[in-house]
Nanobody, 130 residues
């Protein structure tokens, strides 16, 4: 069982920056998929960015060029660096993880597109004001 704990949310003005952290307990397997998602009030949860154990990253079109996902393997912590924040970035941000024994091409992309992760954090609120 992997436990995820997000932190770093808060309130900022448009144009500001935040860094979210997702501390993960130790993975059993060396292969994993991790992702960041967000849910605005009254809207469906959407993907923000993902990072796979082989280093592949991808971003939602709305966050490309502004957000960066990274991981500190020593701390087993996933980060989301958010710059040039906009009011539409407001929402609860969730970290998710899936681990597996044998790498399969495209698996993490599949998991991300379906939001079908084994483990989810509790979320952290991000509020961007004008």
């Amino acid at each position: 069982q992997v436990q995820l704990a997000e932190s770093g949310g808060g309130s900022v003005q448009a144009g500001g920056s935040l860094r979210l952290s997702c501390a993960a307990s130790k993975f059993t397997y060396s292969s994993y998929c991790m992702g960041w998602f967000r849910q605005a009030s009254g809207k469906e949860r959407e993907g923000v960015a993902r990072l796979d154990s082989d280093g592949i990253t991808s971003y939602a079109d709305s966050t490309k060029g502004r957000f960066t996902v990274s991981k500190d393997n020593a701390k087993n912590t996933l980060y989301l660096h958010m710059n040039s924040l906009k009011p539409e970035d407001t929402g609860v941000y969730y970290c998710a993880a899936e681990e597996f024994g044998s790498a399969i091409d495209g698996y993490c992309e599949w998991v991300y597109s379906r939001q079908d992760y084994q483990y989810w954090g509790q979320g952290t609120q991000v509020t961007v004001s004008t």
